[in-house]
């Protein structure tokens, strides 16, 4: 397994990576019009503001066929009291064949090294609320459960939970 920073080259790999395992875990809650008008909003030029944003950052996990993960931190867009020494774990998504292989640990320790490096007292996510295995992985580093948060995909409501870990 190789981890490595994400280049504006790897964009349509993330971008294909993103849409591949949300709708293998997700896409059954919504129906087809909602979902496409999710997916519809990460278009390339979507994905390279994005990139472009300072303080955003994004890590790989490739395998010897490819790109199989990636996580992305960034600052605070969920909805918390404003804290200048928070930062936020964006998305941390794997293809299934990178499910099992240390891959979502190896990127969850360099998110939890980034933001310590970069000051952060607190890390925040969301993750939806009958998303039980990553509720467990989130747990297992110390995240607990701060409440609701309301996520949309199409005019769909999601309750999503708020998860906070103090580094």
């Not at 979902?35 to 996990?61: I, N, S, V, Y």
């Not at 867009?77 to 804290?83: E, G």
């Amino acid at each position: 397994m190789i981890y490595r920073d994400a280049t504006p080259a790897d964009l349509p790999a993330i971008d294909a990576v993103f849409r591949e395992s949300f709708v293998a875990t997700f896409g059954h809650l919504y129906t087809a019009e909602n979902l496409a008008t999710f997916l519809a909003k990460f278009t390339p030029e979507a994905w390279a503001a994005e990139f472009a944003t300072p303080g955003l950052a994004f890590r790989l996990a490739e395998d010897e066929n490819g790109l199989i993960g990636y996580c992305k931190l960034g600052p605070i867009t969920l909805p918390i009291a404003p804290d200048p020494q928070a930062i936020e774990l964006r998305q941390l998504y794997l293809r299934e064949r990178g499910k099992g292989t240390g891959a979502a640990q190896s990127l969850m320790d360099w998110a939890l090294a980034t933001a310590r490096a970069r000051g952060a007292e607190t890390l925040w996510l969301s993750v939806y609320i009958d998303n039980h295995r990553a509720k467990r992985f989130y747990e297992r580093y110390g995240f607990v459960d701060r409440g609701p948060y309301i996520f949309l995909v199409g005019d769909h409501e999601d309750e999503d939970r708020l998860m906070r870990l103090a580094l």
